[in-house]
């Protein structure tokens, strides 16, 4: 006998912490950005937040759905669709791209995460320049891709092609401005055979030399177009003015969420602090790891072809929002993935 759908529960946004500080110091904080800086938040940004404090409460409007056949009524409060804070459009928003991602996008091979986090000093830029983030985005892609294209051709296979998607994140373990990349790279190289039909060659895990060229790979061409685009100030000391540019309120809340902060990892009783070894003695997070001048390279997280809940866990940990409401303290990827 199928098992029926649970009923549907409405939310209640104005019962979570968020909602509760949203709305207690939302009026406050924007006030004090008009004192306090000639140019106040934008108009996007108050959008944003007002449009939250209407989302999914009922008295800002709702629709009501009726079933014919048996004259239930539902309604449901309409929703703010923003991708900003709002932890539920947001949450929504994650879930549907990654299931689409992996019934109508990613093939079904094997596939590896890199992450690639930036040095602190070019965070800022990446955060407010599209053009530098569009670029750092493209170096990346195509530095790990030259690396598979480069094994490939080591093994004797020509021609080849790779795929990947990247997505953006401006948080880390918390709300600190912390621009990054997790791309999902299909972990192997693809060919034609006679008869034009995609052939798909798996790659075998990277080593940490690999890793570490292509961290250098990434700074080296990641510095040199910025030189080329003038976002370095070369000029002699004598020649650059001592004057601070004033800061308007976007500036001031970016300078507070650079802050590097403190954190320390809480280890449970039942948990191993090194966090499990790999095959070379080392633990698997260090094994899978590479640092050049800032650049932070990670490529730990690998899910066997066939398992279409591993992509879809690992999509969603690259599409989460930087606000989301928890029910616990797991990590939305669930168990690591080592290769």
Not at 36 to 48: A, D, H, N, Q, W
Request: charge should be positive; aromatic fraction near 10%; include cysteine.
């Amino acid at each position: 006998m199928a098992r029926l759908a649970p009923a549907f529960a409405p939310r209640r946004p104005t019962e979570t912490v968020l909602y509760g500080v949203v709305r207690s110091s939302f009026e406050t904080f924007l006030a004090h950005t008009r004192e306090t800086y000639e140019k106040p938040l934008p108009r996007y940004v108050e959008k944003e937040f007002r449009s939250y404090l209407k989302c999914g409460v009922f008295a800002h409007g709702f629709v009501r759905c009726r079933c014919e056949t048996c004259g239930h009524d539902l309604v449901v409060a309409y929703s703010c669709k923003n991708r900003g804070i709002c932890p539920s459009c947001s949450g929504r928003r994650m879930a549907n791209t990654a299931a689409h991602l992996v019934d109508r996008v990613l093939p079904d091979v094997p596939v590896r995460q890199f992450v690639l986090s930036l040095p602190f000093e070019l965070r800022r830029l990446a955060a407010f320049k599209p053009a530098v983030l569009t670029a750092f985005s493209r170096i990346f892609v195509d530095t790990v891709f030259a690396a598979y294209r480069a094994r490939a051709k080591r093994d004797g296979t020509q021609r080849v092609e790779c795929g990947a998607l990247t997505f953006v994140q401006r948080f880390g373990g918390s709300l600190n401005l912390n621009l990054h990349f997790h791309s999902v790279f299909l972990d192997g190289v693809f060919t034609r055979d006679e008869q034009g039909r995609a052939l798909f060659h798996p790659a075998p895990p990277p080593d940490a030399s690999e890793l570490l060229a292509i961290a250098r790979r990434v700074h080296d061409r990641s510095i040199a177009w910025l030189r080329r685009h003038g976002h370095f100030d070369e000029r002699p000391l004598e020649e650059r003015s001592n004057e601070a540019a004033e800061p308007n309120a976007i500036d001031a809340c970016a300078a507070i969420a650079m802050q590097r902060g403190a954190f320390v990892k809480l280890v449970a009783e039942d948990e191993d602090d090194d966090g499990g070894s790999a095959d070379d003695g080392r633990p698997a997070r260090l094994r899978f790891a590479a640092e050049h001048e800032g650049f932070n390279l990670h490529a730990g997280v690998h899910i066997a072809a066939g398992d279409d809940m591993g992509r879809e866990r690992l999509c969603r940990y690259g599409l989460r929002p930087a606000m989301a409401r928890a029910t616990s303290g797991a990590c939305p990827m669930g168990a690591s993935h080592f290769a």
